[in-house]
């Protein structure tokens, strides 16, 4: 029965090894941290990391450990549930509480990732008498929620505003709109224009959405993301996010807004309904992640030096780097293939990131992505400026 399935699945595998695409995984022996060990083929090698989306440096936090091993000792391993059937602890409501307080919303529903939230999202709350109008680079859960919706919808190109009124007005043949956008799009670290994006949503009467997956913790002086940055708090109907990235690194995600949106997904949203309770232990460090955001801004403001810092060196060094708006740094090298040579022999300089190019990035925009931490000290910062200008010479990127 297998054969010809196999045969069809090793072409499809080999077409895209050819192509140069295919992913393998690449393993750490260490916490999650800006320092880590990394396996080898002749052993383990310590790298500096400027991949993670590890923003504020809480993967490892020691505080966030201990919280959750506690919760785990005095509420159990797992919730064995969904949480409307008998899945929800007192943990999981605070932790919502202070996902709304933290954002300024009227209530927040969990999920057991952002995934879930976005995939989850639209279809109980729109009809094919509804539209979406959606930014082309939205995230891929977005796309995915977007798809299991009835609603008409529409695209525009990229922080263009004024695509997105030429689609709202074309929406206005439909009963209710949402506009749909990442806080940050994380290939190039740009925020999107939400102050424009919420005046074209007044005058065309829409609802706004927004996923903060890479701006929450990030964006804004004190790191609540886009609304803070461009101070509409509170006035945003929907914002997504997730606990995997800035807020702690583990997993969970979360989907925060008006009431009745939120009411109405406890009831009506799929990946709520029929997918397990995150853990206690998640939800109680979840808790904590908050109480030290908001108890000081020593995370964001070290965050925010440490990006500065980064991207001023990179830029003088004679780097073309995308203008960014938040702690993901593209290093613009063009082609795909100098794009994974100056990858690799950064790593050999024990310097670990990814580089990026076609389908990831459009053609001709290969680049590497350096994303910045809280964790990274200053001597870690200049030892990947160095590198990166030691490889940057070696290919003729910079003189
Ligand atoms: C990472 C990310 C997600 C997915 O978050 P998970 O909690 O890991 O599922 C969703 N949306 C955006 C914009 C993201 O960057």
């Known amino acids: 029965m297998y054969q010809d399935f196999q045969k069809h ?6 077409g895209i090894r050819d192509a140069g695409l295919y992913k393998n995984e690449r393993v750490i022996v260490t916490p999650q ?12 090698a310590e790298v500096i990391n400027f991949c993670a989306n590890n923003y504020l440096g809480l993967a490892d936090n020691k505080e966030l450990i201990e ?28 932790l919502e509480r202070a996902i709304s307080d933290f954002f300024g919303t ?42 299991l919706c009835k609603a008409v919808r529409y695209r525009y190109k990229n922080g263009d505003v004024e695509d997105l009124e030429e689609q709202l007005r074309k929406a206005q043949a439909q009963r209710f709109r949402i506009i749909a956008t990442d806080g940050v799009f994380s290939m190039d670290g740009n925020v999107c224009p939400l102050d424009k994006i919420y005046q074209l949503a007044q005058k065309y009467n829409a609802l706004v959405m927004v996923d903060e997956s890479h701006s929450a913790g990030v964006v804004g002086a004190t790191g609540h993301g886009v609304t803070e940055q461009y101070n509409l708090r509170g006035k945003i109907e929907i914002i997504t996010g997730t606990l995997g990235k800035a807020f702690g690194g583990s997993v969970g995600g979360f989907t925060t807004g008006k009431q009745e949106i939120i009411d109405m997904l406890r009831q009506r949203s799929r990946p709520y309904l029929f997918s397990n309770s995150i853990p206690p232990m998640i939800a109680a460090a979840g808790l904590k992640t908050f109480e030290i955001l908001t108890r000081d801004n020593t995370l ?55 580089g990026f190019y076609y389908p990831v990035v459009p053609k001709g925009q290969a680049r590497i992505r350096v994303q910045l931490s809280a964790a990274h000290t200053t001597s870690q910062l200049d030892k990947g400026i160095a590198a990166f200008v030691k490889v940057g010479k070696q290919l003729s990127v910079i003189k």
């Open 9 to 14: 699945l090793q072409l499809e595998l080999q």
């Open 33 to 44: 941290s800006s320092g880590i060990r990394v396996a080898t083929p002749d052993g383990e």
């Open 67 to 94: 919280a959750a091993k506690q919760r785990m000792d005095e509420r159990g391993y797992g919730m064995a549930s969904v949480r409307f059937i008998c899945g929800t602890q007192d943990t999981h409501k605070q």
């Open 106 to 147: 009227d209530d927040t529903i969990l999920y057991a990732a952002c995934f879930d939230a976005n995939g989850g999202l639209f279809e109980p709350l729109l009809t094919e008498q509804d539209a979406i109008i959606s930014d082309a680079l939205n995230h891929a859960s977005i796309i995915d929620g977007v798809r």
């Open 300 to 354: 964001q403001d070290r965050l925010h030096n440490n990006t500065r810092y980064f991207v001023d060196k990179m830029l003088a060094a004679g780097f073309d780097i995308k203008p960014t708006q938040s702690a993901i740094c593209a290093v613009m090298l063009y082609d795909a293939r100098l794009s994974q040579e100056f990858a690799a022999k950064l790593q050999e300089e024990g310097i670990y990131v990814t």
